[in-house]
Structure formats: structure tokens, C-alpha cells
């Protein structure tokens, strides 16, 4: 079986600050893993994924995730967050041989001016 | 437009009643999901199609779901017999290639609410 960890509801930060939404995982075999944002009333959003190689990835509006396998975790960060960073996100892993996304149950951020 | 389209964004039912929801994915897109998004709960998948092969159907909680995909394309998702419990939001997405190397495109779902 493969799941998702994302251990905090919530997520506080002012602006301007650095921001760590935090999340582990299991899954049998190498994971690919994602991270999705869902701004109010709109749908899911991809921000990034991780499948091979360099283990800091990039992606949309500055955020940048870090995979680490002997922590079997994908934390997402970004160096300076903007109130307009404020939504609800999910971290996603899939395994070797596994058919759908499982997604984590979302962490909500929100940033204070 | 563009992206994947759901309808209707809004569905109240009295229990007991069956259900369909839509979802029209991005033009060219082979993969199709469902998935459920309950308050607190994160994202359950529920089915999975891709191309002509069989569907992943294991997500689906009970002989009361169903979905199909026609044509390659459409695909709708029937509730029978709705109970409270299956009040959430259910998520359409689609993508073009193997969904583990591929982002999927969400639609803004169906929110259902069960009375």
C-alpha cells in the first residue's frame, strides 16, 4: 500500500518569512511524488513533481521541494512567503506499479501580512 | 474551454435518490480520474480510466458507485441510492500520459450534499 503523511493541519507565517509544509511518505519500490495547491473555490493546482534525479525540486511561484529518501519525506518550502501563497495544500506519492495518485489530507497555510 | 469541466458544480439530493455527475477532460487527454474530497480528509480516489484499457475501479467505497467513460472522452459518475456519508466534493481530472510522470489537470469539482 502507499499513503501520505502530512502532519499538520495548519500552517502559520508571516510574510516575507521562509515557509516548510512538511510531508513523509510509503510506497513500495521508487516513489514519484507531487505536490498540488487548491486556492479557495478553484480547483487542484500542480506545483511540482519529483521522479528522478536532482533531489531539490523546483516549480511554480518559487516554491521548491526537497526529496530525501532516507527520511522518505518531501517537504515543500519556499525562501519568502506572500500573502497570496495563503491555500490548502496536498502532497501526492505514487509507487512502482500503482495505478493513481494517493494524496496526503492537505495542510492549510496561511500567510499574515 | 480548456480545462476539465464538471457539471453541475452543485448537487443537492434527498437520500435515497441516485446521482450523476459529469466530467468533460481536456481535448486529447487519455487518462481520466475520480476522486472524493471530504472535509478533513484529503483526496480519495475512487476510479481511474486510461485509454480502452479495463478501469481501476478499487477506490470505488461501494456497489453503489459507478462511473464509465464513453468514446474515450466523457466520463460520468453515478451514485446510486445516495447516503448522508457520501456528501463531498468528487474531482474530475485528466492527463495525457502515464499519470506517474504526468501532472493531472483537476476540474472545480461537483460538490454533492446529501440531505
Known amino acids: 500500500a502507499q499513503s501520505v503523511a502530512q502532519p499538520e493541519d495548519q500552517v502559520n507565517v508571516a510574510e516575507g518569512n521562509p515557509l516548510t509544509v512538511k510531508c513523509t511518505y510509503s510506497?513500495?519500490?521508487?516513489?514519484?511524488l507531487f505536490w498540488y495547491v487548491q486556492y479557495p473555490n478553484r480547483g487542484l493546482q500542480f506545483l511540482l513533481k519529483y521522479i528522478t534525479g536532482d533531489n531539490l525540486v523546483k516549480g511554480s511561484y518559487g516554491f521548491e521541494a526537497e526529496f530525501n529518501k532516507s527520511q522518505t519525506s518531501f517537504h515543500l518550502k519556499k525562501p519568502s512567503a506572500l500573502v497570496s501563497d495563503s491555500a490548502l495544500y496536498f502532497c501526492a506519492v505514487i509507487g512502482t506499479g500503482r495505478r493513481a495518485l494517493t494524496f496526503g489530507s492537505g495542510t492549510r497555510l496561511q500567510v499574515q501580512p | 474551454g480548456a480545462g476539465v469541466s464538471q457539471s453541475p458544480s452543485n448537487k443537492v439530493t434527498e437520500k435515497g435518490k441516485d446521482v450523476e455527475l459529469r466530467c468533460d477532460p481536456i481535448s486529447g487527454h487519455t487518462a481520466l480520474y475520480w476522486y472524493r474530497q471530504s472535509l478533513g480528509q484529503g483526496l480519495e480516489f475512487l476510479i481511474y480510466?486510461?485509454?480502452?484499457?479495463?478501469?481501476?475501479k478499487s477506490g470505488l467505497p461501494s456497489d453503489r458507485f459507478s462511473a464509465e467513460r464513453t468514446g474515450g472522452s466523457v466520463s460520468t459518475l453515478t451514485i446510486q441510492r445516495t447516503q448522508q456519508e457520501d456528501s463531498a466534493v468528487y474531482l474530475c481530472?485528466?492527463?495525457?500520459?502515464?499519470?506517474?510522470?504526468?501532472?493531472?489537470?483537476f476540474g472545480e469539482g461537483s460538490r454533492l450534499t446529501v440531505l
Open positions: 480510466f486510461q485509454g480502452n484499457s479495463a478501469p481501476d
Open positions: 481530472a485528466s492527463s495525457s500520459g502515464q499519470h506517474n510522470t504526468g501532472e493531472l489537470f
Open positions: 510506497v513500495s519500490g521508487n516513489p514519484y
